[in-house]
């Protein structure tokens, strides 16, 4: 696809661009009506980083971390013009081989949809998911 070819990654995103990726996040099914300051407090102390072609994102993700020991993947969105082109893996690859994130040995993720493209990098679904709690405030 043309676009693959002129795509690329960046986790230096402008306030413009998290705006972009927060008009996605805020209508997704995960963090419908996320305000923007508490949208922009998370990007804030997380690695954030963009998919482009050109100037103008076309995908997003972002990852919550100790930077030492757990990794949390999230948010990772990809506009409705660029699916199917690459776009999510090339984001959760850049994740995974980011700089600051490449040592971190254990990540996680919550998602009920595309559990096959994160499988390609290893994820698996819990054993026992009896292990695994959530508070909801």
């Given at each position: 696809m043309a676009m693959e070819q002129r795509l690329h990654f960046s986790d230096a995103l402008?306030?413009?661009?998290?705006?972009?990726?927060?008009?996605?996040?805020?209508?997704?099914?995960?963090?419908?009506?996320?305000?923007?300051?508490?949208?922009?407090?998370?990007?804030?102390?997380?690695?954030?980083i963009g998919a482009f072609v050109g100037d103008r994102l076309v995908g997003f993700a972002r990852v919550m971390t100790d930077y030492s020991r757990s990794a949390r993947l999230s948010d990772v969105y990809v506009a409705e013009t660029a699916r199917g082109g690459g776009v999510a893996a090339g984001l959760v690859a850049c994740a995974l081989d980011h700089p600051k994130l490449r040592d971190v040995p254990s990540w996680t993720l919550a998602t009920r949809d595309a559990h096959g493209l994160y499988e390609r990098f290893g994820f698996r679904t819990l054993d026992d998911p009896s292990y695994t709690m959530q508070l909801n405030r």
């Open positions: 402008s306030e413009d661009d998290l705006r972009q990726a927060w008009t996605w996040i805020a209508g997704s099914y995960w963090a419908k009506d996320l305000d923007w300051e508490r949208f922009r407090r998370a990007a804030e102390h997380s690695v954030v």
